[in-house]
C-alpha cells in the first residue's frame, strides 16, 4: 500500500468511526460536524474534477452547489405546503423523497452547468475564471429576487426529507447517508479519472496543442468534465440544504465558491481525497477559530496562503510524497 | 503520378503588416519525404502550423485526401491522418513515456472516450503502446515521467506518439532540433523509416539529414517559395545557395 492509499484510508477510517463514536458518547454536535465535512468534502470531490483533473479553474461552482439546494428546498416546500410545482402540461407535484430530490439536483446542475460550460470554456486562464464568477454572481441574484421561494430570505424546511428505510432526523442515519454517498461518489471519480476520458483531461490540462494534435477535440473533453464536476456539487448542494433544513442565496454566493476552491487547495489539488481533507480541515478550523473570533477567516486566509507557499500539495501533498503520476 | 496526398495552394498569411507566408504552393506525394528547408523566420513553423490547423490563412487553400480541409478544425484534420511533431518537443510532462502512448492510442479510437473502464490496464491499448515503445528503444524508459527525460529522448517520445498515431502523412517540425550529432544520425535512420509508413513533410537545418533523407526539397525565403525541386538541382541552385546554402555547411 502506497502512502497516499494509507493516507485515504486513515481520512475515510476518521470520517466513518468519529461519528459513531460520538453517536455512542451522546454527542450529537461531532455528528453535525463530520456531516458537513462529508457533504462539503462531496462539493470539493466535484469542484476537484474540473479544477484539479481538468486544470479549469471555476470561481462559480457556488452556483451549482446552490441549485442542488434549490431542488431540495423548492421540491420539499410544495410537498411541505401540498401544493403541486406546476399544473401544466402534467401536475407535478412537490416531494419530500430523498432521492428523486437528489437526481433532480443531479440532473438541474447539470443543465445549468452545460449551458455556462458551453460559454465560459471559449475562454482561459483569468477569463475563464471571471465569467463563471459571474454566472454564479446571476444565479445569485435570480436566487434573491425570486420570492416565490424566500428570496433573500431563504426558505426553511420544517422536516428532514425522507429517505426508504431510515429515519433521517436521527444524526447518525443522515451522516450514514451522506457519507456514503460520498463514498460512492469516490468510487465513481476513480474510475472516471484513470479511464480514457480520464487520460484525456489529464492531458488536455497539461498540454491542450498536443490533444489536439491527436485529434481529440479538447472543448469537449473539457465541457464534459465540468458538467459532470457540476453534477456532483449539485448533489452536495441537496444534502447540505437537508443538513440545514434550509436554503437561501448565500449556498450561491462568491464566497461559497471562495470556500468550496480553498478546500479542495487545502487538501490537494488533484488528490482523490483531497476536498474531503480539505473540508475537514476547513470545518475543523472554522470550529475551532471561528469561537475564538469572529474573523476566524483571516487566520484561514494565513493557513491558506502558507499551503499554497510551502506545501503545494496541500494536506495530502505534505503526508504522501510528490503527486504519483496516476494517469 | 496520382493525386498527391496533401496540396498547400497559393497560402497567404499575415501578422500585422508581416507577411509570413507569401502564396505557398506545394504538396506531399505518397511515399516521399518532402523537405523544408529555410532561413531562421522563412516561415515553416507558420506553414506547418496552417496544414495542421493550428493558424487560420488568410488565403489560398488545402487539400488532403481529395478533401478541402482549409476550414477544419486541427483535431478533425488529425482524425482524417495528419499527424504531427511540434519545434519544441510537445508531450504531456507528467505523464510517463508508457502512458503519452496510451494517450496518443486513446486519442485515436472513434467515438467519445469511456469514462468507465480504465486506460493504464486495456491490453487494446497498452499492448500497443509497448510496441511502439520497444521499437523506439525506449522500453528502458517506460515508465519515467516524460518532464525528467533527456531532450532527445522526449522527441523519441513526441515521434512514437505520431507513429501510434498510424497516420496517412506526417509533419515534422525539426525533428533533430538540440539532440547532438550523435542523435541526428540515429533520428535520421528512424525517419528514413517512416517513410514506409507514410509520406513526410520534413521542416529541418540539419542540411545533412535533408540530403540523405529528401526526395524533394521546397526552399523557403521570406514566406515565399524561391525553389522546389530534386537535392541535386537545389544544391546547384545559385539562389538557394546565396539565399541559404552559402551560409550553411555545404
Ligand atoms: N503569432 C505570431 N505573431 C507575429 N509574428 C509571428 C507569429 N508567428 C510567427 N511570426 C513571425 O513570422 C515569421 C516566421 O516565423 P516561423 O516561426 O514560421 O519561422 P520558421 O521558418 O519556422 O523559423 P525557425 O527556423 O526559426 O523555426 C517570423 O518572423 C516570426 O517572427
Ligand atoms: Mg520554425
Known amino acids: ?327 | 503520378m496520382d493525386d498527391p496526398l496533401l496540396s498547400v495552394h497559393d497560402l497567404s498569411r499575415s501578422f500585422g503588416a508581416f507577411l509570413a507566408c507569401d502564396r505557398v504552393s506545394l504538396d506531399l506525394r505518397a511515399g516521399e519525404i518532402h523537405a523544408l528547408i529555410g532561413p531562421n523566420g522563412a516561415g515553416k513553423s507558420t506553414l506547418i502550423k496552417q496544414i495542421a490547423g493550428e493558424l487560420a490563412p488568410d488565403s489560398g487553400s488545402i487539400r488532403f485526401l481529395g478533401r478541402d480541409v482549409t476550414r477544419l478544425g486541427t483535431a478533425r484534420r488529425a482524425r482524417m491522418g495528419l499527424a504531427r511533431t511540434f519545434q519544441v518537443s510537445s508531450v504531456v510532462p507528467e505523464f510517463t513515456v508508457r502512458e503519452n502512448l496510451v494517450l496518443a492510442l486513446a486519442s485515436g479510437q472513434a467515438g467519445f472516450p469511456g469514462v468507465w473502464s480504465r486506460a493504464m490496464t486495456d491490453s487494446a491499448l497498452t499492448d500497443g503502446a509497448d510496441a511502439v515503445v520497444a521499437r523506439l528503444g525506449l522500453a528502458h524508459r517506460s515508465g519515467i515521467v516524460a518532464s525528467e527525460l533527456a531532450h532527445a529522448e522526449r522527441r523519441k517520445v513526441e515521434i512514437a506518439m505520431v507513429l501510434a498515431q498510424r497516420p496517412k502523412a506526417f509533419l515534422l517540425d525539426e525533428p533533430m532540433a538540440g539532440i547532438g550529432t550523435e542523435g541526428s544520425a540515429e533520428m535520421t535512420d528512424l525517419l528514413a523509416d517512416l517513410r514506409h509508413e507514410a509520406p513526410v513533410l520534413l521542416v529541418e537545418h540539419d542540411m545533412d539529414a535533408v540530403f540523405r533523407l529528401a526526395d524533394r526539397i521546397t526552399v523557403l525565403v521570406s514566406g515565399r517559395v524561391i525553389a522546389s525541386d530534386t537535392p541535386e538541382r537545389i544544391r546547384a541552385n545559385a539562389d538557394v545557395r546565396r539565399a541559404y546554402l552559402g551560409d550553411g555547411p555545404h
Open chain 1, 1 to 327: 500500500m502506497n502512502r497516499e492509499t494509507l493516507a485515504n484510508t486513515v481520512i475515510l477510517a476518521a470520517l466513518a468511526g468519529i461519528p459513531v463514536l460520538a453517536h455512542l458518547g451522546g454527542e450529537p454536535f461531532v455528528i453535525t460536524l463530520a456531516t458537513r465535512i462529508a457533504i462539503l468534502g462531496l462539493a470539493g470531490v466535484g469542484l476537484n474534477l474540473a479544477l484539479g483533473h481538468g486544470g479549469l479553474v471555476s470561481f462559480g461552482h457556488a452556483a451549482f452547489f446552490g441549485v442542488g439546494g434549490y431542488a431540495m428546498g423548492v421540491l420539499a416546500s410544495h410537498a411541505q405546503a401540498w401544493t403541486p410545482l406546476a399544473t401544466w402540461p402534467v401536475e407535478i407535484p412537490g416531494t419530500n423523497l430523498m432521492p428523486v430530490i437528489w437526481l433532480t439536483a443531479i440532473l438541474a446542475a447539470g443543465l445549468l452547468s452545460l449551458v455556462i460550460a458551453a460559454l465560459s470554456l471559449r475562454t482561459r486562464g483569468v477569463y475563464f475564471i471571471m465569467i463563471t464568477l459571474a454566472f454564479a454572481q446571476m444565479a445569485y441574484y435570480f436566487a434573491i429576487s425570486w420570492p416565490a421561494y424566500g428570496g433573500e430570505d431563504g426558505l426553511s424546511i420544517y422536516v428532514r426529507n425522507r429517505f426508504p428505510g431510515l429515519n433521517t432526523l436521527d444524526p447518525i442515519q443522515f451522516f450514514a447517508v451522506c457519507f456514503t454517498l460520498l463514498c460512492l461518489t469516490l468510487a465513481l471519480m476513480s474510475r472516471i479519472t484513470g479511464s480514457r476520458f480520464g487520460l484525456l483531461l489529464q492531458a488536455t490540462r497539461q498540454n491542450p496543442a498536443r490533444v489536439e494534435a491527436l485529434g481529440v477535440q479538447t472543448y469537449r473533453i473539457r465541457l464534459f468534465a465540468f458538467v459532470l464536476s457540476a453534477m456532483v456539487t449539485g448533489l452536495a448542494g441537496a444534502l447540505y440544504a437537508d443538513l440545514n433544513r434550509f436554503v437561501s442565496p448565500s449556498m450561491m454566493s462568491w464566497q461559497m465558491s471562495g470556500e468550496l476552491i480553498v478546500i479542495v487547495i487545502l487538501g490537494g489539488v488533484g488528490r482523490a481525497l483531497g476536498p474531503v481533507a480539505g473540508a475537514g480541515l476547513y470545518v475543523l478550523l472554522e470550529n475551532q477559530l471561528g469561537g475564538i473570533s469572529d474573523h476566524w477567516q483571516i487566520f484561514l486566509g494565513a493557513v491558506l496562503l502558507w499551503v499554497v507557499l510551502f506545501a503545494r500539495g496541500g494536506v495530502l501533498g505534505m503526508l504522501c510524497d510528490r503527486r504519483s503520476a496516476d494517469g
